[in-house]
Nanobody
Framework: QVQLVESGGGLVQPGGSLRLSCAVS????????MDWYRQTPGKPRGLVAR???????NYAESVKGRFTISRENAKNTVYLQMNSLKPEDTAVYYC?????????WGQGTQVTVSS
């Protein structure tokens, strides 16, 4: 069983920044894709950013140029640096990985962007 624990969410003003962290209970060295998703009430969970084991990244169009995903294998941790935050970034953010055909999710961390 793999556990993912997100942290770093909170309330921030428009234009502000937050850094989310996802601590994984096992080594992520062999995990290919590590992802961040987000969800708002009444909508499906959507992919925000992905990073491969080789460091390649891709992003949802709505966050390109503002968000940066990174991973630190030695600490079994994935990060999401979020800059220039907008009210429409308000959501619960979830960390995700797939290991041996099983999906694992964290409990989510709330990000609220409001003045």
């Amino acid at each position: 069983q793999v556990q993912l624990v997100e942290s770093g969410g909170g309330l921030v003003q428009p234009g502000g920044s937050l850094r989310l962290s996802c601590a994984v209970s096992r080594s992520i060295f062999s995990i290919n894709d590590m992802d961040w998703y987000r969800q708002t009430p009444g909508k499906p969970r959507g992919l925000v950013a992905r990073i491969t084991s080789g460091g390649r990244t891709n992003y949802a169009e709505s966050v390109k140029g503002r968000f940066t995903i990174s991973r630190e294998n030695a600490k079994n941790t994935v990060y999401l640096q979020m800059n220039s935050l907008k009210p429409e970034d308000t959501a619960v953010y979830y960390c995700h990985l797939n290991d041996r055909r099983t999906d694992y999710w964290g409990q989510g961390t709330q990000v609220t962007v409001s003045s």
